[in-house]
């Protein structure tokens, strides 16, 4: 490799790294990646090759289609601001296609994903250990709450405020890594170092009380069970009902996250149930183009004012569901293109390993309760490993 190339290999190879950091970071690295590999990108044979590889064709072709519905905006300047932060769609394809496929010592393959594994997992013990000491400093040296410290958006507070959903979200990464990942410890200590950091994580998790998030981490923790202790089927499935039932009651009785789900007479109240149905309503108006870049947030928020939904309203909520707000932009057609796009990642994950397979599948639900491809921080974690998914070689 020559300097051009040994940078661009860290640079692509810190950018999960820097999810744990301000979004400034993983933007000025994209952008050096840009810069430093221009020439590559923009090779006549890399963007036909790359247009061959049908799951990173998915992902220009889905920016591509936000930039075209601006010719039909009203609010062109919420559309142009929208389309910079989805913009990881057509740079992080082009750029990890482009050095993969012109420098023969640049491959996607399970020695670069030990690499990234390791500095991932680093940060995220790190960003862990700042949130916890943070949290003992404010309640047991400055007559903090622990309540608000040591939950939610107060535990994730140190991180540039960073939002716990997303936390959680490659918290969920790098639980499925340490269990899934063939590691080939030379001593035994790095054993004991790897149990006692799943431990921390998982309690980090149940701490964080990112509900999806918790819910993916369970199913991590069964499939681990399952899949590696060759545990009886019968067994199986009776424990993981046992557990099942344990972790609801304790979590209803003890997590606010999810005791507020439920009003005193225990009927369902999330106003997530809300924001969906008035996000349908939108996309049943809308149900052959959609509503454009720029224009869905204003649509939202009329409905939200005509429906009661004054939170929604008031915080200005997105669908805050992937395939819900796929249907509000791009209508039917665009809805099925999105769902085509995940099945042609999900198809080509079954090719790579476990870790990126339940990445793929755990992105997806995801997609259910959150509209992650509208925040920068869901942007370039979504596009990096549909990336590395699409261009992993064996």
């Known amino acids: 490799m020559n300097n051009i190339n040994k940078i661009t290999?860290?640079?692509?190879?810190?950018?999960?790294s820097t999810l744990f950091l301000d979004k400034i970071f993983s933007s000025v690295f994209i952008g050096l990646l840009f810069l430093l590999n221009i020439h590559k990108i923009f090779n006549a044979d890399s963007i036909q090759r790359l247009i061959k590889n049908k799951v990173l064709l998915f992902s220009i072709i889905y920016f591509l289609s936000h930039a075209i519905s601006l010719l039909y905006t009203n609010d062109i300047?919420?559309?142009?601001?929208?389309?910079?932060?989805?913009?990881?769609?057509?740079?992080?394809?082009?750029?990890?296609?482009?050095?993969?496929?012109?420098?023969n010592s640049f491959k996607i393959n399970d020695q670069y994903l030990e690499k990234l594994y390791y500095l991932f997992i680093i940060t995220g013990i790190v960003s862990m250990i700042v949130c916890l000491s943070n949290a003992?400093?404010?309640?047991?040296?400055g007559n903090g709450s622990h309540a608000y410290w040591f939950f939610y958006r107060g535990l994730a507070k140190p991180l540039w405020e960073i939002h716990p959903i997303y936390f959680a979200y490659y918290l969920n990464l790098m639980l499925s890594i340490l269990l899934f990942h063939d590691w080939k410890f030379n001593a035994s200590y790095n054993t004991f170092i790897k149990w006692l950091v799943i431990i921390l994580t998982l309690a980090f998790l149940i701490l964080l009380s990112a509900r999806t998030p918790l819910i993916i981490t369970f199913g991590i923790i069964v499939f681990f069970l399952y899949n590696k202790l060759k545990i009886k089927r019968s067994v199986f499935i009776l424990s993981s009902i046992a557990l099942i039932i344990i972790s609801s009651i304790g979590l209803f009785n003890t997590n606010n996250r999810f005791k507020d789900l439920f009003n005193e007479n225990g009927i369902f109240q999330e106003d997530?149930?809300?924001?969906?149905?008035?996000?349908?309503?939108?996309?049943?108006?809308?149900?052959?183009?959609?509503?454009?870049?720029?224009?869905?947030?204003?649509?939202?928020?009329k409905v939200y004012r005509?429906?009661?939904?004054?939170?929604?309203?008031?915080?200005?909520?997105?669908?805050?569901?992937?395939y819900l707000q796929q249907?509000?932009?791009?209508?039917?057609?665009?809805?099925?293109?999105?769902?085509?796009?995940?099945?042609?990642?999900?198809?080509?994950?079954?090719?790579?390993?476990?870790?990126?397979?339940?990445?793929?599948?755990?992105?997806?639900?995801?997609?259910?309760?959150?509209?992650?491809l509208s925040v920068n921080k869901g942007i370039i974690f979504v596009s990096y490993f549909f990336t590395l998914i699409a261009i992993y070689e064996k």
């Open 327 to 372: 249907l509000c932009y791009f209508g039917i057609i665009g809805l099925i293109f999105f769902i085509l796009w995940l099945y042609y990642v999900f198809k080509t994950s079954i090719k790579t390993n476990q870790v990126l397979q339940i990445l793929a599948i755990s992105i997806m639900i995801y997609f259910s309760t959150e509209t992650l």
């Open 9 to 16: 290999f860290w640079l692509f190879l810190l950018i999960p």
């Open 77 to 103: 300047n919420d559309g142009i601001n929208s389309l910079g932060i989805i913009s990881s769609f057509l740079i992080i394809p082009l750029i990890g296609f482009s050095i993969t496929h012109s420098d």
């Open 136 to 141: 003992l400093n404010a309640v047991y040296f």
């Open 272 to 301: 997530r149930m809300q924001t969906w149905k008035c996000g349908l309503e939108v996309a049943q108006n809308n149900l052959l183009i959609g509503v454009p870049e720029g224009d869905l947030d204003h649509e939202l928020e």
């Open 306 to 322: 005509i429906n009661g939904h004054s939170k929604g309203a008031d915080r200005e909520y997105n669908c805050h569901n992937q």
